[in-house]
């Protein structure tokens, strides 16, 4: 098992920019990924972001490249998302999750953009 905990969410107005992290309680998985998912108010879940640990390369949903970046801090076992250039579709909560044989989720935090 792994705990994921999030944090650095809240309320930007458009164009805004915030920065989400991801920290999980152990890292002594092999072979695995970090990565956010979002979902928006009656929308169903959609993939944002997920990062190689041992590579560190990401991969980004089309509607978010350009505008976010995930990173990952290995000494501090975070995940970290940059979102810039914010708009009201971004508004969602976002779920951090862990991907090795099982993947695991954190409990989600709110994004809103709005004017």
């Known amino acids: 098992q792994v705990q994921l905990v999030e944090s650095g969410g809240g309320s930007v107005q458009p164009g805004g920019s915030l920065r989400l992290s991801c920290l999980a309680s152990?890292?002594?998985?092999?072979?695995?990924?970090m990565g956010w998912y979002r979902q928006g108010p009656g929308k169903e879940r959609e993939f944002v972001a997920a990062?190689?640990?041992?590579?560190?390369?990401?991969h980004y949903a089309d509607a978010v490249k350009g505008r976010f970046t995930i990173s990952r801090d290995r000494a501090k076992n975070t995940a970290a998302l940059q979102l810039n250039n914010l708009t009201p579709e971004d508004t969602a909560v976002y779920y951090c999750?862990?991907?090795?044989?099982?993947?695991?989720w954190g409990q989600g935090i709110q994004v809103t953009v709005s004017s």
């Open positions: 152990r890292n002594d998985f092999t072979n695995y990924s």
């Open positions: 999750y862990l991907q090795q044989t099982d993947r695991f």
């Open positions: 990062i190689s640990w041992e590579r560190g390369n990401g």
